[in-house]
């Protein structure tokens, strides 16, 4: 694992994940909004690396005159720092948490295509973890929407 990955996953995820005893990792038979919740959050902290490490690869790219990876390079910083606030909000389960997948979804699917776009494997894969990241955030949004209003 790159030392930036470790970075991200630690950053996003370990501390919201072992503050919230939702997540702990029992044996219990999981609420399927907990189970969705738990992809989301990995989906996010997955993505949110991938951005980082096309980032990189980008700002190399432009550094040696390859103009046309500046608007994916754009993207991918703010897509990634989506990613990460979703993983965030998701993990302690906020009251922010649909606003928050609607927003990372849209930015999965906007920055997705544009990575796609570069023919370099790191490119390739950074769209193909964005897409994953957009489906499970639309995967919580779908579950969050049904569920039933009341206290928490």
Do not use: Y
């Amino acid at each position: 694992m790159h030392r930036r990955e470790l970075l991200g996953v630690l950053g996003a995820s370990a501390a919201g994940l072992a503050a919230s005893p939702a997540w702990a990792g029992d044996d219990k038979p999981k609420d399927p909004l907990v189970e969705c919740g738990c992809k989301c959050v990995e989906a996010c902290c997955d993505a949110m690396n991938w951005c980082n490490e096309a980032f990189l690869h980008c700002s190399k790219e432009l550094a040696a005159g390859r103009v046309g990876h500046a608007k994916a390079m754009a993207l991918l910083l703010d897509c990634g720092e989506v990613c990460s606030a979703a993983a965030k909000l998701v993990a302690r389960e906020s009251a922010f948490t649909a606003q928050v997948c609607r927003t990372c979804a849209e930015a999965c699917a906007i920055a997705a295509p544009e990575c796609e776009k570069l023919d370099h494997p790191t490119m390739k894969d950074a769209g193909k973890s964005l897409k994953k990241c957009a489906d499970a955030c639309k995967a919580l949004l779908d579950l969050v929407n049904k569920k039933p209003a009341g206290p928490r």
